[in-house]
Nanobody
């Protein structure tokens, strides 16, 4: 069965950096685009970044463009989200997502940016 497991969240001061990881299993990873979403309290879920299948072409929401980098390692079935210059408005629960005949989600990892 498809499983997505995120790690790497926590607390960071504004301007800091953090890397999230998502371990995928149960499907042919290299064949599927991978997505990072986030949801802050009281707000709708937002697509932060996605990377296409195979070698992976990254795409970003305007709010994180130039600060976040999504990448994938198809040899390890991993997708990463490197987040730099973090801002308080980046505070949210971040989830890894893949559409493999239907949507699959990880359990999410909390990122808190505050001083």
């Amino acid at each position: 069965q498809v499983q997505l497991v995120e790690s790497g969240g926590g607390w960071v001061q504004p301007g800091g950096s953090m890397r999230l990881s998502c371990a995928a299993s149960g499907f042919t990873f290299t064949r599927y685009p991978m997505n990072w979403f986030r949801q802050a309290p009281g707000k709708e879920r937002e697509l932060v970044a996605f990377i296409t299948q195979g070698a992976g072409s990254p795409h970003y929401a305007g709010s994180v463009e130039g600060r976040f980098t999504i990448s994938r390692d198809n040899t390890k079935n991993m997708v990463y989200l490197q987040m730099n210059d973090l801002k308080p408005e980046d505070t949210a629960n971040y989830s890894c997502n893949a559409y493999v005949r239907r949507d699959y989600w990880g359990q999410g990892t909390q990122v808190t940016v505050s001083s």
